[in-house]
């Protein structure tokens, strides 16, 4: 059994929905941070259903933004823990009269929350990402990077599936957007933590997910993406370490700007996902038609008000 398997959620940013107010920055204290007795209880109740909590603070965005670390698992164990993370935090917030939303983008000019997931593969107790090639990857790690970004367009549609996903995956707010790797620069789509040596600690860290996503399904194709690299010694390029001027930005491929092109994406892409019938072509155009008809088209037709500041008096 592997000690990590790919689809591990780490860093997972929260957004508790209360009023928004002055902008606090990363990890202020009480009281200034009003929601660190509210976090650590859930973390307590986390805990005691079982669950492995590495980290709490709050996180930079207004509105009570949090992140809650849970610690690596096997994929469907992490898929089942996240269920069990969610339900756990819903609950201790309505018990003090609060509600929670994972929503992407709950507030306009403010960093979204993302599902930042930690990755890496597992041979009879070997780690098979360490290596001496770049930030200490191996070359195995570097075409399963070269998976993920080849198919992140159509993986965008399963681990970021809602309308308000793409109003996260937008440039700034530290955003990843770009479909580049890196170990520094935070708007790359895979970021390689170099917080240790230790060859059991090399993952790459794949950002555009958030927790509107069946994990699951994001798991799974996520896993898919980057073993079809591995298996077809996809070269994922050079990595995104420089800041880049705005006309070199033009030649760096980015994620989908809404979720119906992210259905677009999927469509012309998903072969990886159906090799030995881990997804089927059934469950593929279900998913496609179901979410274009109940979400994209229905918000797509629906006028928004933002329309009425714009349009109301021409």
Not at 126 to 142: E, H, I, N, R, T
Not at 236 to 261: A, N, R, T
Request: proline share 8%; net charge neutral.
């Amino acid at each position: 059994m592997p000690r990590r398997a790919a689809g591990t959620p780490g860093a997972v940013k929260r957004i508790w929905a209360t009023a928004p107010g002055i902008k606090e920055g990363y990890f202020p204290v009480p009281p200034t941070d009003h929601y660190q007795d509210l976090r650590s209880e859930m973390v307590q109740t986390m805990i005691k259903c079982g669950l492995n909590i590495e980290c709490h603070h709050h996180e930079v965005a207004t509105g009570g933004q949090a992140e809650i670390d849970q610690r690596f698992d096997t994929l469907v164990k992490t898929a089942d823990n996240m269920m069990l993370f969610k339900y756990v935090v819903r609950n201790v917030a309505n018990r003090h009269r609060k509600t929670v939303t994972f929503m992407p983008k709950p507030l306009f000019a403010d960093n979204g929350s993302g599902m930042h997931t930690h990755q890496s593969l597992w041979e009879e107790g070997k780690p098979l990402f360490a290596g001496d090639c770049y930030a200490g990857f191996s070359q195995l790690g570097l075409h399963y990077i070269g998976g993920l970004l080849k198919h992140a367009r159509a993986l965008s549609t399963i681990i970021a599936p809602t309308t308000n996903s793409y109003k996260r995956l937008v440039p700034g707010y530290e955003a990843p957007i770009n479909l580049a790797y890196s170990r520094r620069n935070r708007s790359a789509a895979c970021r390689i933590p170099m917080y240790s040596a230790n060859p059991k600690a090399k993952r790459v860290e794949f950002r555009p997910p958030d927790t509107s996503a069946n994990p699951y399904l994001a798991f799974a194709a996520m896993l898919m993406a980057g073993i079809d690299g591995v298996m077809n010694k996809i070269n994922p390029g050079d990595p995104l370490d420089k800041d880049i001027s705005p006309e070199e930005m033009k030649c760096v491929p980015s994620m989908p700007g809404s979720l119906e092109e992210a259905l677009d994406c999927l469509e012309d892409d998903h072969s990886f996902l159906l090799k030995d019938d881990v997804f089927t072509e059934e469950l593929i155009e279900t998913f496609i038609d179901y979410k274009r008809k109940n979400e994209a088209d229905a918000v797509r037709l629906r006028p928004h008000p933002y329309e009425f500041a714009l349009y109301y008096d021409i």
